[in-house]
Nanobody, 114 residues
Framework: QVRLVESGGGLVQAGGSLRLSCAAS????????MGWYRQAPGKERDMVATITWGGRVNYADSVKGRFTISRESAKNTVYLQMKSLRSEDTAVYYC????????WGKGTPVTVSS
């Protein structure tokens, strides 16, 4: 059983920053990849950023240059640093871990006011 717990969401003004955290119940190196996805109201869940076991990162075009995914193995935690936030970044952000299937956290909401 894998448990992923997100934190760090909240209300921020446009142009501001937030850092999301995803704490896993076991070593993050047990997974092929981990990442962040987001779902805005009435829209599908989309990939935001992923990091593979080997450290390769991938970003959605809409967040390149503004968001950074990173990890801290000692804390079994993956982070998403978000800068220059825009109103269109408003969504519920979900942590994902992939290992012979997908595991999801319950999500943390991010609201960017313009």
């Amino acid at each position: 059983q894998v448990r992923l717990v997100e934190s760090g969401g909240g209300l921020v003004q446009a142009g501001g920053s937030l850092r999301l955290s995803c704490a896993a119940s076991r070593s993050i190196f047990d997974f092929n990849a981990m990442g962040w996805y987001r779902q805005a109201p009435g829209k599908e869940r989309d990939m935001v950023a992923t990091i593979t076991w080997g450290g390769r990162v991938n970003y959605a075009d809409s967040v390149k240059g503004r968001f950074t995914i990173s990890r801290e193995s000692a804390k079994n935690t993956v982070y998403l640093q978000m800068k220059s936030l825009r109103s269109e970044d408003t969504a519920v952000y979900y942590c994902n871990a992939n290992s012979r299937g997908d595991y999801w956290g319950k999500g943390t909401p991010v609201t960017v006011s313009s």
